[in-house]
């Protein structure tokens, strides 16, 4: 699948299939100056691959985990580009998961004012989500990215071959967030994730969908201001239960688990079928009480009250701004 996505005066060529790492070289151009970022959590070779494709890059591999998405990592990026003499005419390539193309992305935004950022993204969180709609992160004083840029990438090169080397846990807590796309906006892809298919099969089909879905959002709602609020279907709890666990359980996971509660009792029943199948959580394992605090602290409230995403059916959605209190009492 080939998308083009235009927004200001950035052009975004997204480009989705198997073996697709191979034409990186092409969309970038081979004979530019490139600085490849990967980490050490990432299987080398696809770094390599994409090394291979140019006659004038280098690769920096920056350490795998959360934890390292800081000011202390960015300076490393930063040091390499400068060491490549990298000038605006060059590139920075992320190969990696969401943790690598937020970091990258974010030394692309802020080195020399800008210079062009490409993303290889190798989770499926990254290749669904993360990679598509330009934002760019680090994290600061643990609070998740906290500092960030609006930097669209000038391409994206989705491989779905990447995805055979992710763990099992990896690859359904990415799907949650495909789960979560496919209840509030395409009921066609939540059928076809209901049905008995091998997940094998059916995921390329599923990330063409679930990337459409995305573009679509982000071009309708490109700085967050609206309808981009959609894709915060199970977050408010979800985001809650993450920071109640502590790092037990993976980002999809929560959002997983808060999504049952925004649900009408015939979608939460499809929902939790689908969820178990993918050994994703139906439930919060915190009572509303002890994650109260963590819900008022939610960052996009406003006037006290949170907009929640409600899912009556597959593929509709309504927002409803609640207390925190009224979406810590849906907890039981
Ligand atoms: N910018 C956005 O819009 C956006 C949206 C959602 C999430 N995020 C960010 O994305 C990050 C999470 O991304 P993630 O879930 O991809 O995690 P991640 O990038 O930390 O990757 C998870 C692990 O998988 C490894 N890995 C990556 N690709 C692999 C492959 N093909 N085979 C085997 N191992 C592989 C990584 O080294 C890492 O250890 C968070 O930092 C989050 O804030 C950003
Ligand atoms: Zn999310």
Redesign the pocket.
């Known amino acids: 699948m080939r998308l083009t996505f235009g927004y200001r005066d950035t052009v975004c060529e997204i480009i989705e299939g198997r073996g697709f790492i191979a034409s990186v070289g092409n969309l970038v151009g081979k004979e530019r100056n490139v600085l490849v970022v990967t980490?050490?959590?990432?299987?080398v070779q696809?770094a390599k691959s994409v090394l291979a494709e140019f006659s004038n890059a280098s690769l920096l591999t920056i350490p795998?985990?959360?934890e390292n998405?800081n000011f202390n990592t960015l300076e490393t990026i930063i040091a390499a580009l400068r060491e490549q003499e990298i000038d605006r005419s060059g590139a920075l390539i992320a190969v990696?998961?969401?943790?690598?193309?937020?970091i990258a992305g974010f030394a692309a935004s802020c080195y020399n004012r800008g210079i062009d950022f490409y993303n290889v993204p190798?989770?499926l969180?990254?290749q669904t989500?993360?990679s598509i709609?330009g934002?760019?992160?680090l994290n600061f004083a643990h609070i998740?990215?906290m500092v960030g840029t609006f930097h669209h990438p000038r391409g994206v090169i989705i491989d779905t071959d990447?995805?055979k080397?992710?763990?099992a846990r990896?690859l359904y807590?990415?799907l949650a967030e495909v789960i979560k796309m496919a209840a509030t906006s395409d009921a066609a892809l939540f059928s076809l994730l209901e049905s008995d298919q091998p997940l094998n099969d059916t995921l390329d089909e599923i990330v063409a969908a679930a990337l459409r879905i995305k573009c679509d959002v982000v071009l309708k709602d490109p700085l967050e201001q609206g309808l981009r609020k959609v894709l915060n279907f199970g977050h408010t709890i979800g985001h809650a239960i993450e920071v109640a666990s502590d790092g037990k359980l993976s980002?999809g996971e929560c959002v997983a688990a808060g999504m049952t509660y925004f649900c009408s009792d015939d979608m939460r029943k499809r929902l939790e079928k689908m969820l178990k199948r993918y050994n994703l959580p139906i439930k919060s394992p915190f009572a509303g009480a002890a994650l109260l605090p963590y819900i008022s602290q939610d960052k996009k409230r406003k006037d006290g009250l949170i907009t929640t995403v409600y899912v009556e059916s597959p593929g509709t959605f309504e927002f409803r701004k609640m207390t925190p209190e009224e979406v810590a009492s849906l907890i039981s």
Do not use: I
């Open positions: 980490d050490s959590g990432v299987p696809y795998q985990g959360e998405k990696g998961g969401g943790m690598t193309g937020d190798t989770t969180l990254a989500d993360a709609g934002k760019t992160a998740k990215n990447t995805l080397t992710l763990n990896h807590s990415g980002h």
